[in-house]
């Protein structure tokens, strides 16, 4: 068990619709990351929040925001879904901003019909 | 950005084997890990070794950031070491993202 949580495990939705996605870091950690794991494209960074701050912006959709907030817990949202976004999301925290090691939590997985 | 290649894509093997597998990555980096994919989707820690070796049980790994590779030793596989090992590395200037690679699936056989 890495310490970081993430809910729900599975979501399944029609497309057209919006989905949040939530994680809470480890105990202590202030950094925040989302990557996404698809078929197609492997496991790719989205953003990283840092102290309730963006910090660093990867391949995130316009479609796609995060937060985080003051407790630290963030979440994922994703709207106007499209069958591509069916994919394995998964949620990593670690100490502080850089060059310290990440932590993943079980991943949320979601299916889009 | 960076280039991150693993290999081999695939292996197959006995229990009792033993394996290397081995990332190269085309920049210098700062952190690099070692995960490890369970069949539940699981990603699991199992080295955070930007540079020198390591070794956790079974388990070993050495980073020769120099020249831009890192090895994982696998001694005496077991069908529980089954499932894709990935290598991850961040880059000086790219922030905290990790740059995954495409991974090695492990196949371990009774």
């Known amino acids: 068990d890495s310490g970081v949580t993430q809910t729900p495990k599975h979501l399944i939705t029609a497309t057209g619709q919006r989905v949040t996605l939530r994680c809470s870091p480890r105990?202590?950690?202030?950094?925040v990351y989302w990557y996404q794991q698809s078929l197609d494209q492997g496991l790719q960074f989205l953003i990283q929040?840092?102290?309730?701050?963006?910090?660093a912006k990867g391949n995130i959709l316009e479609r796609f925001s995060a937060q985080q907030f003051p407790d630290l817990h963030s979440e994922l949202n994703l709207s106007s879904l499209e069958l591509g976004d069916s994919a394995l999301y998964f949620c990593?925290?670690?100490?502080?901003?850089?060059?310290?090691?990440?932590?993943f939590g079980p991943g949320t997985r979601l299916t889009v019909t | 950005g960076i280039q991150v290649e693993q290999s081999p894509p695939d292996l197959i093997l006995q229990e009792g084997a033993n394996s290397t597998l081995r990332c190269n990555f085309s920049?210098?980096?700062?952190?690099l890990q070692w995960f490890h994919q369970n069949p539940w989707g699981q990603l699991i820690n199992l080295f955070y070794?930007?540079?020198g070796t390591k070794q956790n049980g079974r388990l070993s790994a050495t980073t020769v950031a120099t020249e831009r590779y890192s090895l994982l030793y696998i001694s005496s596989s077991q069908t529980t070491d089954s499932g894709v090992y990935f290598c991850?590395?961040?880059?000086?200037?790219?922030?905290?993202?990790?740059?995954f690679g495409e991974g090695t699936q492990l196949t371990v056989n009774p």
């Open positions: 990593a925290s670690s100490a502080w901003d850089t060059t310290y090691e990440q932590y």
């Open positions: 105990s202590g950690d202030l950094s």
């Open positions: 929040y840092y102290n309730g701050e963006e910090r």
């Open positions: 920049d210098s980096v700062n952190n």
């Open positions: 070794i930007p540079s």
């Open positions: 991850a590395v961040e880059r000086p200037t790219s922030g905290s993202r990790l740059t």
